[in-house]
């Protein structure tokens, strides 16, 4: 069954406690980090995950779009996040390895994501020693909004066969520009899992929202 992660980016932060309790029936609450650096935008950090976690049961999908991301592994484990995902192209494969190797003797469970200009290939090394999710942006990360990219249906579709091959538990999730129309070739695509922020949020209906993403 496909899982539905709300986006808290598309939120209104005034009200936030609010706005999570208004996805409640989703399956996950997507947590996008942003630094400044590894992307043009500012987001959130830690103080404001020990607050969401306090207040909701909802799994912690923590996005970390930040330079140089195992510095902050700890930290967001700490804070209650139960996934942290953290890009290939914010530092050298070493230093990947490292996070997601400190991701699991936390019991945080490890995610990694690729930019649209990175290839499928590149998940190979890290998904034939076991992950949770691999997470591919169909938008240029760092702002909501974005109109989805279906040139990225082809990277969907080699990542789900490469799942499938060597580790089949992960999860494939799909981020940006996702609706009912573009959930639909996410998920013919090979994903299982769906971010979406501006369709929920902006909806009449947040209930009925999520529940068009389903299909």
């Given at each position: 069954?496909?899982?539905?992660?709300?986006?808290?980016?598309s939120a209104d932060f005034c009200r936030l406690g609010e706005d999570i309790r208004a996805v409640s029936t989703a399956d996950w609450l997507h947590v996008d980090v942003?630094?400044?650096?590894?992307?043009?935008?500012?987001?959130?950090?830690?103080?404001?995950?020990?607050?969401?976690?306090?207040?909701?049961?909802?799994?912690l999908d923590t996005h970390l779009m930040v330079e140089?991301?195992?510095?902050?592994?700890?930290?967001?484990?700490?804070?209650?996040?139960?996934?942290?995902s953290i890009h290939l192209e914010a530092d050298m494969p070493p230093a990947i390895h490292a996070?997601?190797?400190?991701?699991?003797?936390?019991?945080?469970?490890?995610?990694?994501?690729?930019?649209?200009?990175t290839s499928a290939e590149a998940v190979l090394p890290y998904l034939k020693e076991g992950l949770d999710l691999i997470l591919v942006?169909?938008?240029?990360p760092g702002f909501g909004g974005q109109a989805f990219m279906a040139d990225m249906l082809p990277k969907l579709t080699a990542i789900r066969c490469y799942i499938e091959k060597y580790c089949?538990?992960?999860?494939?999730?799909?981020?940006?520009?996702i609706n009912p129309d573009t959930a639909k070739l996410c998920v013919e695509a090979?994903?299982?899992?769906?971010?979406?922020?501006?369709?929920?949020?902006?909806?009449?209906d947040i209930p009925a929202a999520i529940a068009a993403l389903r299909g």
């Open positions: 069954m496909v899982k539905i992660a709300p986006s808290i980016l942003m630094d400044g650096m590894f992307v043009p935008n500012i987001s959130i950090g830690v103080p404001v995950v020990q607050s969401i976690r306090k207040h909701t049961g909802m799994f140089k991301p195992g510095r902050y592994v700890k930290a967001f484990a700490d804070a209650g996040a139960d996934l942290l996070a997601l190797d400190e991701m699991a003797a936390l019991g945080v469970k490890r995610g990694i994501v690729l930019r649209p200009i942006m169909t938008v240029e089949p538990t992960c999860h494939l999730e799909v981020d940006g520009g090979g994903a299982d899992i769906l971010v979406a922020g501006s369709a929920i949020y902006n909806a009449p």
